[in-house]
């Protein structure tokens, strides 16, 4: 009986079984360069304003407003009603308690560029 020779990997399949190259991360300070180098403006200026609006945002969101940001998105909080889950470890039964999360809705605009 002959045995057939085990075959070997492609290198196509080698490279596929890799881990996908992930984007970079832009820091916050890269954009706030930026803007502040289009604009005219110190760095210290252009974090003090975005500073600002970062913290008014999050005022109106604790009160409950939307917050639109055009050609981003919306962003608002969505009450989450308390449920029974499961705990993975074990398998008992838990109770997940009620909370708010920040949602964001994208822009058609942005969909659209992306």
Known sequence: MATKPAAKKAPAAAAAAKKPATAPTVPMSKLIAELAEKHGMSKKAATELFGDFVELTV?????????RLTGLGILQVRKRAARMGRNPATGEAIKIKASKKVAFRVAKDLKEAI
């Open 59 to 67: 005022k109106n969101l604790k009160k409950g407003n939307k917050v």
